[in-house]
């Protein structure tokens, strides 16, 4: 392979996993379609063959190999054990906000959830024409149709999103403020003060995916969950020496919780808006952890506390 050719795939990588990721929800299928992707890049390149814009060549074979994924996923995804989150992407906050606050609208959790209820065609057309700019007449020829009904498409899919689109606090500054207070207040036991900062309606989510401790249905509702909270955080500090980490996940703020020997063994996101929080996503599926460092076992944790209990 030559120095050009690596080059262009390396520049080309980011953009597919980028529409790999958000048509999956997988960090680790989206790494397999952005290997594939590349793959055929590079023969269709030593066939000779003549890209005109390669951006638009990696935008179609991403999508189109995203599109059969998501088919056989959702098979899988029925038969789930409890409710089913994305696998989270974490950086640190100190990590270009101007960047993530670009993309954290169309990257969030609840995001991605909403696009699950879409079907392969309307999610490739409203994230390709909507997120990453792509023209209708691009969009139709990707997803094999006319311009006309990739248009109604993305009508549909818009439509349906917007209905159940989170709102997002706008200012970066506000939201890592309440982050801080809500954590804050957690590792210190005043869960008054961080009742206080839950909306009346606030959601709580999680995924175990039957491998680790998580709850089985979201639960609604400030005083529900605030208790809910409590109870959790009462057996995190039962669990000698568990460490929070600020990152934020999927451009919201959140945390990583880590085991005695620094292993991963969840990641929890916030969503905030209107000076409160809206929503919580906890993550403890072993299998959607692993690209973020090494993983813990939390049942294996939970056993030892309640041994030395007894």
Known sequence: MSTSESELLDDLRPRAFAI??????????????????????HQAIERGEEISSPRAYVGTITTRLAIDELRSARARRESYVGEWLPEPIAESPEDDPAARAETA????????????????????????????????????????????????LASRARRHVQEGRPRFEPSAELQERLADSFFAAAENGEFEALEALLAEDVELHGDG???APAIKRPA??????????????????????????????????????????????????????????????????????????QVGDANALIARMRESDN
Do not use: C
Request: no cysteine; hydrophobic share 45%; aromatic share 6%.
């Open 220 to 293: 609604f509702g400030r005083v529900k969950v605030a208790q809910m909270l409590r109870n959790w955080w009462r057996i995190l500090v039962r669990i000698a020496d568990i460490e929070l980490r600020r990152v934020n996940v999927n451009g919201q703020p959140g945390a990583e919780f880590l085991d005695p020997d620094g292993r991963l063994i969840g990641v929890l996101a916030l969503d905030i808006a209107d000076g409160q929080i809206q929503a919580i996503r906890s993550i403890v599926n072993p299998e959607k952890l692993g690209h973020l460092g």
């Open 209 to 211: 995916g039957g491998l």
């Open 20 to 41: 790999a990721y958000r048509m999956l929800g997988s960090v680790s299928e989206a790494e397999d379609i952005v290997q594939e992707a590349l793959v055929r890049i």
């Open 105 to 152: 609208d169309s990257l969030s959790l609840a995001f991605l959830v909403l696009l699950e209820s879409l079907t392969p065609e309307q999610r490739a057309a409203l994230l390709l024409h909507d997120v990453f700019d792509y023209g209708y007449d691009e969009v139709a020829e990707i997803v094999g149709t006319s311009e006309g009904n990739a248009r109604q």
